[in-house]
Every structure is written in C-alpha cells, then in structure tokens.
C-alpha cells in the first residue's frame, strides 16, 4: 500500500518541482534583464542581455519533463560560459578584475601587493595579500577565480547546476569574481570541520582567511564545530593550522608597509579615508552611513554587537554538524553584509553559497545517523 501511495505521489512531486523550475529560470530572465535596463556599468548590461536570453531560453525548455537537465546545461552557458568568454575577449570587467592584476603585479616588481599612499579608488587594494596570487597567474584573473570556486564546491560536494547558474552566482563569475574562491573556500572548510578533519580544514579556512576579511569569521564557527565533534585537542590543532597560515600569508606584508597596509586593508573597506569606496549598494549599514548624523559609528557599533552576540551563541549553543555550522555563519555573514557601511548587494554570495549548503536537499541512500545525542542526515561530503 505504501509503495502504491509512493507512486501516486511521485508525478505530483515531478510537476510541483518543474513548475517551480519554469518559474525559477523566468524570474532569472526578468531580473537578467531588469539589470541589463537599469545599470550603467557595460559588463552589467552585457551579462544582463546575454544571461536574460539563456534564462529565457531555461524557463522554456524547463516546461518538458526530458528537457529539464537540457534546460539547467543552457541557463549554465547562457548566465556563465558564454558572457564570461564574452566579456573576457573583449577586455571589460568590474574594476575589482583590474586591482586584482595590479596587485599581482606589484607583488612581481615591489614585492607588495599595495599602494603604499593610494589616492584615487583604482589605486586602493581592499584585498588581503592571498588575493594577489590570482593576478600573479597567467590570464584573466576571472578564469582562476572562478576555476577555484568551482573546485571548492566540487570538493565539498555542493556541485549545483542551480547554483551556478543562479544570478548572484553567475554576475561575479562572468564580471569580477572576488569573492566567489572566498565563498567556495568557506564551504568547503566547514565540510573538512563537519568530517572531523581538523588539519584539513585549518589549511583551508586559513588559505580563505588570507584572501579577504569576509572570510575571518568562519574561523570560530569551524572551531566550535570541531570543538564539539572532536574534543579539545582536534580543535586546538585546527586553530594553530588556521591561524599560522593566516598568519604566514598576513603578516609580513601588514609589517613591511603598516600605514599601506592600514590605509589599503582596513581603512578604505570602512569608509575612514578621503577616498569613497565604490561599494555603496542601498542597504542598511551604507544608509545609515550616509543619511543619519553619526550613522557611521552606529553602523559599526551594530555590527561589532551582532558579532559578539553570534560569537556568545557559538559558546551556549555551538553546532553540532556541517549544515548547523554553515547556516549559523551564512546568518553572521547575513547580518554583517545589511550592517557595513560600505557594502554590495554582490556580497550576499556568501550566505547565499553556504545557505546553500546548509540546506542542501539529501542525495538519494543517504541514511539517518545519531551523533551526540543528535539525529542527522549523513552524506559522503557532510559526515
């Protein structure tokens, strides 16, 4: 009987998915193009004609059952491979593309990745010193920064055709890109964490945590994991690989040229120099940064807050798997991207990927497992 109801229902879950993915690629589509009608920046406009067709196109093939994987292959190529090479060949990018070179290139001849007194925004490097290595390879950094992204999820297991094609995802890759090895880095740590693998995932985390700020607070989170799967000892070994590779990759260009360092890495992202950076999207933090008399401090004192209460719930209630670790930082990041005086609409890439993964839907012969007292889902990536 129950195999019988099992087949009845099969079909309506079929349909219900379809009819969610039709309306899922058309909603890209119209946003593709909104963004193409509404930008000023022409790699914005061109990924927004050419991802609008692809996901156009999606949406139709999505309406047949054996069309459907047909139609995640095109919203993949239409969003990311086609306005990617487009855009590479004709040499337009974000800005960010340009300082990522410039900064590889300056590690080349100066032996540091900063202006030591930049002036104009294209001369500030908001990067940490990791983030050279991508303009130091041969090529438009896109390829390598993407390259790794992919990779980074590959190895965490969150290969989503979805998810790349996903307009959040697919702009950075086909336009700029910073952010997305930070995003898929993060992933595939809190996975290394969630698999017991302390070492693995210090390397990882560490090599994220050399890349960009945002990265800094999985580092607590992957411990508290750690911490509770493994014991104290585990822990402590992840926090030494994390920090000393960190470390290793921070520092010595933070004491070479401190006041570059400062002015590049820590002042110019926090609206404290003359010079205004260009990430002003209109969310909470940026409007109170600019409309509300001391709104700045009080930006920043909202965000220190959050982060001092996520840190207390990292202590009282800790998580106890991959998926906990990841939604509890993709709510940290959530929070930290709405507060931050200079911010982009672009950065929820990061909550978005690890949302993702906390939320991922089980893969067929997955099987229920208890650890500590918990009941789990447990899959070859997320043990």
Not at 355 to 365: D, F, S, V
């Amino acid at each position: 009987m129950t195999k019988s109801l099992d087949q009845y229902a099969r079909p309506i879950r079929h349909r219900h998915y379809a009819r969610h993915e039709r309306l899922g690629w058309a909603g890209c589509a119209v946003a593709a193009l909104g963004l193409a009608l509404a930008s000023d920046l022409e790699p914005h406009r061109v990924w927004g004609v050419v991802a609008g067709v692809g996901y156009a196109v999606a949406a139709v093939l999505a309406c047949g059952a054996r069309s459907r994987p047909a139609a995640r292959v095109v919203a993949v190529a239409g969003a990311v491979v086609v306005p990617l090479v487009s855009l590479v060949t004709a040499g337009l990018g974000q800005l960010e593309v340009r300082v990522v070179e410039r900064s590889g290139q300056l590690l080349l001849t100066t032996g540091s990745p900063y202006v030591a007194a930049p002036t104009a925004v294209a001369e500030f490097n908001p990067y940490l010193p990791g983030m050279a290595l991508f303009g130091v390879l041969p090529g438009d950094p896109r390829w390598w920064l993407g390259g790794a992204f992919v990779a980074a999820l590959a190895a965490a297991g969150l290969h989503r055709a979805w998810l790349l094609a996903c307009p959040l995802v697919a702009l950075p890759l086909a336009v700029g890109g910073i952010d997305l090895p930070v995003a898929g880095l993060m992933c595939l740590g809190v996975v290394l964490a969630g698999q017991g693998r302390p070492g693995r995932a210090g390397l990882v985390l560490g090599a994220s945590a050399a890349l960009k700020w945002t990265a800094w607070p999985a580092l607590p989170v992957a411990l508290a994991l750690i911490a509770v799967r493994r014991g104290g000892r585990p822990a402590l070994r992840y926090a030494a690989v994390a920090l000393s590779t960190a470390t290793a990759a921070v520092l010595p260009f933070a004491l070479a040229d401190p006041s570059g360092f400062h002015r590049n890495v820590i002042a110019f992202p926090l609206g404290l120099t003359d010079t205004t950076s260009p990430a002003a999207s209109p969310l909470p933090g940026h409007l109170l940064a600019t409309y509300v008399p001391g709104g700045r401090v009080i930006a920043l004192a909202l965000l220190a807050v959050s982060a001092l209460l996520i840190a207390v719930s990292l202590v009282a209630r800790p998580p106890g798997s991959a998926r906990a670790a990841a939604a509890r930082l993709a709510l940290g990041l959530s929070v930290a991207v709405t507060l931050m005086p200079a911010t982009r609409f672009g950065y929820l890439v990061h909550p978005l990927v690890l949302g993702a993964l906390a939320y991922r839907t089980p893969q067929p012969g997955s099987t229920p497992v208890t650890s500590s007292g918990e009941t789990a889902t447990r899959e070859t990536t997320l043990a």
